[in-house]
Structures are given as C-alpha cells and as structure tokens.
C-alpha cells in the first residue's frame, strides 16, 4: 500500500495551527492539523472573554476556535486529535515524518509546521485550577487586566514581565495592587524595579517579599476568591490576603520536549527560526505561534506567524533547494 503523504502537516491546533491550516488548505494542498488535545484551541479555549482580537468586539475562546475550525475544515484541511507528536525525523528524500503517540502511528508530508504553543507555568498551589476556571486567576495581564477594573489584585513573580506587568495592573485598572516575589530582590532590570518602587509611593502598591502563595481559597459558591493564603519562605508564618484576582508572571514552558535534537531550541525550549520566514534549522519545517523565540504571546500574533509559515511553505514548494540550507548548527551557515 502506498504511503500518504501530506503537503503540509501542523503540529498543534491552538490559534498559529488554524490559521496555517486555512492559508495551506486555500491553496490546495493536502493539510493535516495534529492536535494532542481532544479538541483543538489550545490555551485560548480557557479564555472566557476575548476582546483584543481585532475586528472581533467580544467573543469566547471556545466559539473563536469553533469558527476557526469549521472555517479551516471548510477549505480540506484534516483536524486529527487525541494524537500527541512525540518525534521527527526527515528522510534523504525530504519527506518529513512524524511519530504519534509513541509509535502508534506515523504522519509523512512534504513540510511541517510546528504550533504546538506554551503553556504558563502555574503556581501548582490548591485553589488555582477552579479559580483559573473562574476567571479570578491569570497569567496575562494584556488579556484580561481589564475585566478586574477598580479590584484588589494579587500578582506573583520577580522578573521583567512580572513587574512590568505588575505596573500596568496598578497604573490602568485596579484599586489596589499586592506584589509577592519568593525572593528579597527582584530579578527584572534595575529601571523597571525602580519604577515599581516608585509607585509604591503614588499608588496603592504593597510589595511583600520573601513570600510565596500557599493556597488560594474559593468562596463557597465557587465563583470568587475567599482569600489568599501567603507563606513567609525564611520564617514560615502565614497570613491571609483577600483579593479579587491573581496574576501569576511566573514564566511559560513552550511545549517542545518532542523536538530536542531535532530542531535547534534555545535554553528555554523556544524554537530558533529566521524571523523574515520562521524557518527552522530543519529544511522544510517552520514554527509558528509561542512556541518560537521572541513571540509576543498574543492571540493576534499567533494567528498572524500562522498565516506567515503557510506563505513561506508555498515559497518552499516553489524552489525547496534554496531553503534546503536553512540551518544554524551542525556545520551549516546561520539565518
């Protein structure tokens, strides 16, 4: 029996894979999404409330990927799901293999695009999961900052993004803010932390450290936070801190352990790419979405790294010997 083989294959079905999946699929070429989870949406599909989505004035996740993907599905492309990627490799013939589940089964095509996305790091404390379900815990101040306007917010972390965000908090919605970083100094640059301290005098800032969060507590009904336990990390003692909402800037994790020694990663798993064509170190594989170095993380430019990696796939088809040195390792040129 003869071997399928795909023009193009998506690793991932969040935001980047369907909208790669749409331009590839336009263009009629045989298109495959691989979506690990048993529907497709990744993180978005958490979000409630999406309103900087342009064009879009307020939407959930789960219907802005529900039209994504009849749209996507619409034009050919397959969506197979329930089918985590756990390897690669390519052939002397170009073509592109990816391993499922372990060795369930294979997936041949001509060129990949890989969006599998990243997850935020969590804080992994009690509470969080229903409260995160509830809309009172984030890790995305440009996303949902404004549905906590005039609130008592709790944010946690130490690094830029952390602090960053934490001044955008405090300076454009809410009432009050509390910032808990585990360590005595903050990791961000020295400007920003001398904002931050700045506020504290113009704005109702508190920042506690050493602290971590050691609970985050329900209200019975379960839509809101009791309250927020903390723990003093040198001496152990706690205190309780009623908030409205957390926002944890504790970093994210791209979900890209499958290609280690495949692609060229950086050291915190983000995929290397050319930023003009986001091709990666492997001919004929492009990365689209958070997975990738410098990603804006937005929802917007997800889709738009998608739309970019199916146009330079068909320039890719045009002419694939030009592209076929695009590595940055193994003795090869750089971007």
């Given at each position: 029996?003869?071997?399928?083989i795909?023009?193009v294959?998506?690793?991932?079905?969040?935001?980047?894979?369907?909208?790669?999946?749409?331009?590839a699929?336009r263009?009629?070429?045989s298109?495959?999404v691989i979506?690990?989870?048993g529907?497709?949406?990744?993180?978005?599909?958490?979000t409630e409330?999406v309103?900087?989505?342009?064009?879009?004035?307020?939407?959930s996740g789960?219907?802005?990927?529900?039209?994504m993907k009849?749209?996507?599905?619409a034009?050919?492309?397959?969506?197979?799901?329930?089918?985590?990627?756990t390897?690669?490799?390519?052939?002397?013939?170009?073509?592109?293999h990816?391993?499922?589940?372990k060795g369930e089964?294979?997936?041949?095509?001509?060129t990949?695009?890989?969006?599998?996305?990243?997850?935020?790091?969590?804080?992994g404390?009690?509470?969080?999961?229903?409260m995160?379900q509830?809309g009172?815990?984030s890790?995305?101040?440009?996303?949902?900052?404004?549905f906590?306007r005039?609130k008592?917010?709790?944010?946690?972390?130490?690094?830029?993004?952390?602090?960053?965000?934490?001044?955008?908090?405090?300076?454009r919605?809410?009432?009050?803010?509390?910032?808990?970083?585990?360590?005595t100094?903050?990791?961000a640059?020295?400007v920003?932390?001398d904002e931050?301290?700045?506020?504290?005098?113009?704005?109702n800032?508190?920042?506690?450290t050493?602290?971590v969060?050691?609970r985050?507590?329900?209200?019975?009904?379960g839509d809101?936070?009791?309250?927020?336990?903390?723990?003093?990390?040198e001496s152990?003692?706690?205190?309780?801190l009623?908030v409205?909402?957390?926002?944890?800037?504790?970093g994210?994790v791209?979900?890209t352990?499958?290609?280690?020694?495949?692609?060229?990663?950086?050291?915190?798993?983000?995929?290397?790419?050319?930023?003009?064509?986001?091709?990666?170190?492997?001919p004929?594989?492009f990365?689209a979405?958070?997975?990738?170095?410098q990603?804006a993380?937005q929802?917007a430019?997800?889709?738009?790294d998608?739309?970019?990696a199916a146009m330079?796939?068909?320039?890719?088809?045009?002419n694939?010997?030009?592209?076929?040195h695009?590595?940055m390792?193994?003795?090869?040129?750089?971007?």
């Open positions: 029996m003869s071997e399928t795909y023009d294959a998506i690793v991932g079905g969040g935001p980047a894979g369907l909208a790669a999946a749409l331009y699929a263009d009629r070429y298109t495959l979506e690990k989870n529907l497709p949406g990744g993180q978005i599909m958490l409330h309103e900087n989505y342009p064009g879009i004035q307020s939407i789960f219907d802005l990927i529900e039209g009849q749209q996507v599905e034009f050919g492309a397959n969506i197979a799901t329930s089918r985590a990627v390897g690669m490799s390519r052939r002397h013939d170009g073509v592109v990816l391993e499922i589940n089964e294979t997936v041949a095509a001509r990949v695009i890989l969006a599998p996305g990243s997850d935020y790091r969590q804080l404390v009690p509470g969080e999961a229903p995160r509830a009172k815990v890790y995305c101040a440009t996303c949902d900052g404004a906590h005039d008592n917010i709790l944010t946690v972390g130490g690094g830029n993004t952390a602090v960053e965000d934490t001044i955008y908090l405090a300076t919605f809410a009432k009050s803010v509390t910032m808990v970083h585990r360590r100094e903050f990791r640059q020295r920003l932390v931050l301290n700045q506020l504290t005098r113009e704005k800032v508190t920042i506690k050493p602290f969060v050691e985050i507590e329900p209200t019975a009904d809101a936070i009791d309250f927020v336990r903390l723990r003093h990390v152990g003692r706690t205190e309780d009623r409205d909402a957390v926002f944890a800037f504790v994210m791209p979900n352990d499958f290609l280690a020694g495949l692609v060229q990663r950086d050291a915190n798993g983000y995929i290397a790419c050319d930023p003009v064509t986001l091709r990666t170190t492997m004929g594989v990365v979405g958070d997975c990738r170095q990603a993380m929802l430019t997800a889709t738009a998608g739309v970019l330079m796939v068909k320039e890719y088809f045009r694939p010997t030009t592209w076929a695009a590595a390792k193994n003795g090869t040129e750089g971007w």
